[in-house]
């Protein structure tokens, strides 16, 4: 979704969705000649560049990518959408887990308690090998989620049952078969919790 609040973004806007539909079927020449038009009309929208950054990564450009996020971030540094998205990319692109928790804690001091970002904090802390912290956060937010569409609660207990999993791995490592097979246990109740909840 593109947020735009004047007039003016909201023309932006509807040139930027049509950038979006066209970089998701592969037609990207065309989702960058929309993207500079929309830059041509309104130079200072950050959404342009956010979006830009969208079309850069899926293009396989990401210096690109990570060039059009740094200028959206610099034309409107409060908004979480856009720091939740750099650290999705620094995460999943880059694998520069450092760079992806600095963004995604900037993102929580401007939406303060929302899930989706606490999830990825928690992926960004197990990847880093921080799993308790992590596993903290998917204890708190398993006690949240019914409410939550399906297809988040299925991700957040895969990736919860994960970080016990790795946390396990790293019990066995350090010979700690007791701690092992805590956290193995724990992974398996949440995969069973997950089954039983559909």
């Known amino acids: 979704a593109v947020r735009s609040i004047t007039t003016d973004e909201r023309i932006c806007a509807v040139y930027l969705n049509n950038a979006l539909q066209k970089a998701r079927v592969g037609l990207t020449a065309e989702a960058r000649g929309i993207i500079e038009h929309a830059k041509s009309l309104l130079s200072n929208f950050s959404e342009t560049y956010r979006i830009s950054a969208i079309v850069e990564g899926k293009a396989n450009d990401y ?43 900037t993102a929580l001091q401007h939406d303060v308690g929302e899930l989706t970002l606490e999830t990825v904090r928690g992926l960004i802390l197990t990847r880093l090998g921080r799993y308790e912290e992590g596993a903290e956060i998917y204890e708190r937010i398993i006690s949240l989620i019914t409410g939550r569409p399906r297809k988040w609660r299925i991700s957040t207990m895969d990736q919860a049952a994960e970080c016990y999993r790795r946390w396990a791995e790293a019990d066995r490592v350090l010979r700690d078969p007791v701690r092992q097979m805590a956290h193995l246990e724990r992974s398996r109740e949440i995969l069973d919790i997950a089954l039983g909840a559909n």
């Open 63 to 105: 210096f690109k990518a990570d060039e059009e996020i740094r200028i959206a971030i610099d034309l409107n540094p409060n908004s979480s959408l856009t720091h939740y998205q750099y650290a999705l990319f620094l995460l999943r692109e880059m694998e520069d887990f450092n760079s992806a928790l600095s963004q995604i804690d």
